[in-house]
C-alpha cells in the first residue's frame, strides 16, 4: 500500500521559512515524479512546484518564484519544499504527490498517489 506522508508545516510570522518534507512508502521513489500542491479554504487545489524523477527538471508556480524551492533526495526516498520569504497568502494545507506515467507537472490529475497534507499558517 503507498503512502505519502507530509511534514514541516506550522504556523510563522511573514518573512519567515519553512521546509516541508514529504516520505513516500509502498512505491519505488526514484521512479517517481513529484509535485506539491496547495490549497487554501474556499480555493481550489493549486499547483506549487514539481521535479522529475532524477530531479533534473523542476517547475515552479509563478507566484512563489524566487521563494520556494523544490528538491528531492532519492536516498532518503523523501522531497523537500524549502519555502523562504513567507506570505500570508501562502497560507494553505499543502500537498505532494507522486507520478509514474505521463508527467503533465502542473495538472493535478495526472498524479497516481497523494499525501494527507500539512497545514502552513502564515500571519502578517
Known amino acids: 500500500q503507498v503512502h505519502l506522508v507530509e511534514s514541516g508545516g506550522g504556523e510563522v510570522q511573514a518573512g519567515d521559512s519553512l521546509r516541508l518534507s514529504c516520505v513516500p512508502s509502498?512505491?519505488?521513489?526514484?521512479?517517481?515524479?513529484m509535485g506539491w500542491f496547495r490549497q487554501a479554504p474556499g480555493k481550489e487545489r493549486e499547483f506549487v512546484a514539481a521535479?522529475?524523477?532524477?530531479?533534473?527538471?523542476?517547475f515552479v508556480t509563478d507566484s512563489v518564484k524566487g521563494r520556494f524551492t523544490i528538491s528531492r533526495d532519492n536516498a532518503k526516498n523523501t522531497v523537500y519544499l524549502q519555502m523562504n520569504s513567507l506570505k500570508s497568502e501562502d497560507t494553505a494545507a499543502y500537498y505532494c504527490?507522486?507520478?509514474?506515467?505521463?508527467?503533465?507537472?502542473?495538472?493535478?490529475?495526472?498524479?497516481?498517489?497523494w499525501g494527507q497534507g500539512t497545514q502552513v499558517t502564515v500571519s502578517s
Open positions: 504527490a507522486a507520478n509514474s506515467g505521463k508527467w503533465s507537472p502542473r495538472d493535478s490529475s495526472r498524479y497516481d498517489y
Open positions: 521535479i522529475s524523477l532524477g530531479g533534473s527538471t523542476k
Open positions: 509502498g512505491l519505488t521513489f526514484s521512479r517517481y515524479d
